[in-house]
């Protein structure tokens, strides 16, 4: 079956608003000041909070 009228772009641009990129949220480490996600432990230093630090590897190319 067709649609009887044509959808106008006012109503399709509103019914695709929420299609939208959202901005991704970053926070600061603490230690060493590099951005980092959010509960998420830091790339460059490992820092996840006082009494949790990760080991952070070099990657090594071939």
């Given at each position: 079956?067709?649609?009887?009228?044509?959808?106008?772009?006012?109503?399709?641009?509103?019914?695709?608003?929420?299609?939208?990129?959202?901005p991704?949220?970053?926070?600061?480490?603490?230690?060493?000041g590099?951005?980092?996600?959010?509960?998420?432990?830091?790339?460059?230093?490992?820092?996840?909070?006082?009494?949790?630090?990760?080991?952070?590897?070099?990657e090594?190319?071939?």
């Open positions: 079956m067709l649609p009887g009228k044509k959808t106008s772009k006012s109503r399709t641009r509103t019914r695709r608003s929420h299609h939208r990129l959202r991704v949220n970053y926070s600061i480490c603490p230690k060493c590099q951005a980092k996600l959010p509960h998420a432990a830091c790339a460059k230093c490992g820092y996840v909070n006082s009494t949790i630090t990760l080991k952070v590897g070099k090594e190319s071939s």
